[in-house]
């Protein structure tokens, strides 16, 4: 079976953008990372992508007059080397409705809680002003709102009374690493089915009972 051709959109390190390399890297893995592109010419992460060979791109948004004509290019980069999915990873750039429903079905996201909690910006400073005994990670499929889309995988991080935003970011990010590789590869086999609002994964593993939600019916 070909392998899942995936972009992944970065606008810094990147950090989870590695986390997928290395996933993809490993033998027998059903997807692989054709492309690691940024809106940033500084992204740091683009050189941890030249390093592992793969081949990288840069369109930055501010030689675009808005928002609109800046996806267009995307969407049209994107098609040209005929990818199949779209991972953001870190990518801080709001996509246009257009770009979205062009690419329905088709771009990965991750968010730093437990959505539909703590859309938006600032996440783990409003966690724990919030009084939450637990926050986490989310991976889901992008629609045109922000933070909003069917949810395949998450981890849950409690916070503790001593955590200031950079210790529970810290501890956050590590589940981060886990569980979006773990999204990707089931969405390369082609386990994960949408149904509404809802994803369904086919033949979970046990070990990862804890990562899926919902929870699939029979675990």
């Avoid at 959109?9 to 950090?15: F, N, T, V």
């Avoid at 997928?20 to 027998?28: D, E, I, Q, R």
């Avoid at 692989?32 to 990288?56: D, M, R, W």
């Avoid at 709001?94 to 968010?111: A, G, M, S, Y």
């Amino acid at each position: 079976m070909a392998k899942l051709k995936v972009a992944v959109l970065i606008s810094a390190r990147g950090s989870n953008m590695q986390s997928l390399v290395h996933a993809c890297s490993a033998p027998g893995f059903p997807a692989e990372i054709v492309c690691v592109l940024s809106n940033n010419l500084e992204a740091a992460g683009l050189k941890f992508a030249a390093e592992n060979a793969i081949p990288t791109r840069v369109i930055d948004h501010r030689d675009f007059e808005n928002r609109e004509a800046f996806d267009a290019k995307l969407t049209e980069f994107l098609a040209s080397i005929d990818v199949d999915l779209i991972c953001l990873a870190g990518f801080m750039r709001l996509l246009t409705p257009e770009f979205v429903n062009r690419w329905q079905d088709k771009i990965l996201n991750i968010h730093p809680s437990l959505l539909p909690a703590f859309k938006g910006l600032h996440v783990h400073e409003r966690a724990i002003e919030s009084g939450a005994r637990f926050t986490g990670c989310t991976v889901h499929f992008v629609r045109p709102e922000m933070d909003e889309g069917p949810i395949i995988t998450q981890a849950v991080v409690p916070i503790h009374q001593t955590d200031t935003p950079e210790a529970l970011a810290a501890r956050i990010l590590e589940q981060e690493h886990l569980i979006y590789p773990l999204a990707l590869k089931l969405v390369a086999e082609n386990r994960v089915k949408i149904h509404g609002a809802v994803v369904l994964i086919e033949a979970a593993d046990e070990q990862h009972h804890a990562l899926l939600n919902p929870k699939v019916e029979g675990f």
